[in-house]
């Protein structure tokens, strides 16, 4: 593999080469990493080697993860668990419907059902 930097002739505008595949990718494929002084700066690996590496560091190790998950959980306040419900139920019953069938949502004994007969009816 040829060390080519994202400056050179080679390599078009609006594009980088990422540094775990080699290939040439648009922008748009690597994730942003702004910093004060580079507001438009972009880590060097592509998203998909960034997901390949992560992915494969989760299956060797997955209970950081497991706890990164339960911890984000615990630290979300109530509003924001009850908009993450609703928003999942309505989209079972928006489902549901196209499916031609009808959505009941489980009764949880911590919650009561949040759609509402017109939302069912959609």
């Known amino acids: 593999m040829v060390s080519i930097s994202s400056s050179s002739p080679e390599v078009p505008h609006l594009h980088q080469i990422c540094s775990i595949c080699g290939l040439t990718?648009?922008?748009?494929?690597?994730?942003?990493?702004?910093?004060?002084?580079?507001?438009?700066?972009?880590?060097?690996?592509?998203?998909?080697?960034?997901?390949?590496?992560?992915?494969r560091r989760n299956a060797a190790n997955p209970e950081p993860a497991r706890q990164r998950a339960l911890e984000y959980w615990r630290n979300l306040d109530e509003a924001a668990?009850?908009?993450?419900?609703?928003?999942?139920?309505?989209?079972?019953?928006?489902?549901?419907?196209?499916?031609?069938?009808?959505?009941?949502?489980?009764?949880?004994s911590r919650k009561k059902p949040v759609v509402t007969v017109a939302e069912r009816e959609l």
Request: charged share 40%; net charge positive; with cysteine.
């Open 25 to 55: 990718k648009p922008i748009e494929e690597f994730y942003p990493r702004p910093t004060p002084e580079h507001r438009y700066l972009r880590h060097r690996q592509c998203k998909d080697c960034q997901k390949a590496k992560a992915r």
């Open 81 to 108: 668990r009850d908009k993450r419900r609703a928003y999942k139920q309505l989209w079972y019953a928006k489902r549901a419907h196209a499916a031609g069938r009808t959505y009941q949502p489980r009764l949880n």
